[in-house]
C-alpha cells in the first residue's frame, strides 16, 4: 500500500518560516524522484520543488531562494524548508513523485497571512 502523508502546515504571517514534511511508504520512495506540489483554491496544482535520490533539486521560480527541499533516504521522508513566505504561497501542499503516481495524501495546508 502506497502512503503519502504531509505534516508541518499551519498559518504563519508573511516573512515567517515552516518546515514540511511527507512519510512515505518505501514503495514510492526509495527509486523516486520526490516532489511537492501545492494547490491553492482555485487553482491547478502545480510542483514548487523536486529532489533526487542523490539530493540534486530543482525549484520553480515563485519559490527559488526561499523554499529548500532535503530528503532523508533512511526515514522514507522528505522535507520542504519554506522561508520568506508570501501570502501568495498560500495552498494546501502534497508530496509525490515525480511524474506523480495516482497516489495522493491528504496534504497539509499553509496560510499566510499579509
Known amino acids: 500500500q502506497v502512503q503519502l502523508v504531509e505534516s508541518g502546515g499551519g498559518l504563519v504571517q508573511a516573512g515567517g518560516s515552516l518546515r514540511l514534511s511527507c512519510a512515505a511508504s518505501t514503495r514510492i520512495f526509495v527509486i523516486n524522484t520526490m516532489g511537492w506540489y501545492r494547490q491553492a483554491p482555485g487553482n491547478q496544482r502545480e510542483l514548487v520543488a523536486d529532489?533526487?535520490?542523490?539530493?540534486?533539486?530543482n525549484y520553480a521560480d515563485s519559490v527559488k531562494g526561499r523554499f529548500t527541499a532535503s530528503r532523508d533516504n533512511a526515514r522514507n521522508t522528505v522535507y520542504l524548508q519554506m522561508n520568506s513566505l508570501k501570502p501568495e504561497d498560500t495552498a494546501v501542499y502534497y508530496c509525490?513523485?515525480?511524474?506523480?503516481?495516482?497516489?495522493w495524501g491528504q496534504g497539509t495546508q499553509v496560510t499566510v497571512s499579509s
Open positions: 529532489i533526487t535520490v542523490g539530493g540534486s533539486t
Open positions: 509525490n513523485a515525480r511524474p506523480p503516481s495516482k497516489y
